[in-house]
């Protein structure tokens, strides 16, 4: 089973509105954290957020807020007031286990590409 | 901060050619990983290194593929003989020790022909 489900390849959304992109994961673990990161055509990785499984408050950075719903398993990404270079492809990944562990792998979605026009 | 560095940015070969990958991490960080991005998928962990220590390498073609972290700083990955599904993007992450957060260098494009 995947760890980490995107289903959305694509989406466009127009300058200074919001989106949301859609993740789903699936662990039987009860420590775990979630992740996106941003890559841009040039190809690095750029860590956007973090949400841990016992936060109790969504995650905030900026313009992005993630929308952790555990009992769905979701935890959608929120960018508000959309900017030209908000356009990339978009992952989110999954570590299992408490922070701390020196296990590390993400589990990666397959991403969802984003447009972002004027 | 400089982040993480690799090189090279690309690279062409022939099938059963071999190639070698560097990264250097962010200064300070213990954990070092390798990922391999094939396209239209996320990134796959290869190996994980904890100072100059393997901690997780289960998803590494071993028959050809090989990593080191000689010094506990820089890593090479190395893949001899390549082969066509070689082909992807190889990244390099870098973490604090008992940090979550994984930062990337900019990964080397590998073109296997």
């Known amino acids: 089973a995947q760890k980490i489900t995107q289903t959305q390849p694509g989406m466009f959304v127009q300058e200074k509105e919001a989106v949301t992109l859609d993740c789903t994961y699936d662990?039987?673990?009860?420590?775990?954290?979630l992740f996106w990161y941003k890559q841009p055509s040039s190809g690095e990785m750029i860590f956007l957020i973090y949400q841990g499984s016992y936060d109790e408050q969504n995650a905030t950075e900026g313009r992005y807020s993630l929308n952790f719903q555990k009992a769905r398993k979701s935890a959608n990404l929120v960018i508000s007031a959309s900017q030209l270079g908000d356009s990339a492809m978009y992952f989110c990944a999954m570590r299992e286990g408490p922070r701390g562990s020196t296990l590390g792998r993400l589990y990666f979605g397959r991403g969802t590409q984003l447009t972002v026009w004027p | 901060e400089a982040g993480v560095a690799q090189s090279p940015r690309y690279k062409i070969i022939e099938k059963r050619q071999s190639v070698a990958f560097w990264c250097n991490p962010i200064s300070g960080h213990a954990t070092l990983y390798w990922y391999q991005q094939i396209l239209g998928q996320g990134p796959k962990l290869l190996i994980q290194f904890q100072n100059n220590g393997v901690v997780d390498d289960s998803q590494l073609p071993k028959d050809r593929f090989s990593a080191e972290r000689l010094k506990g700083v820089d890593s090479t990955l190395k893949i001899q003989p390549a082969k066509l599904e070689d082909s992807a993007v190889y990244l390099c992450a870098s973490s604090l020790d008992r940090s979550y957060e994984q930062y990337f260098g900019p990964g080397t494009r590998l073109t296997v022909t």
């Open positions: 662990t039987s673990d009860q420590s775990y954290g």
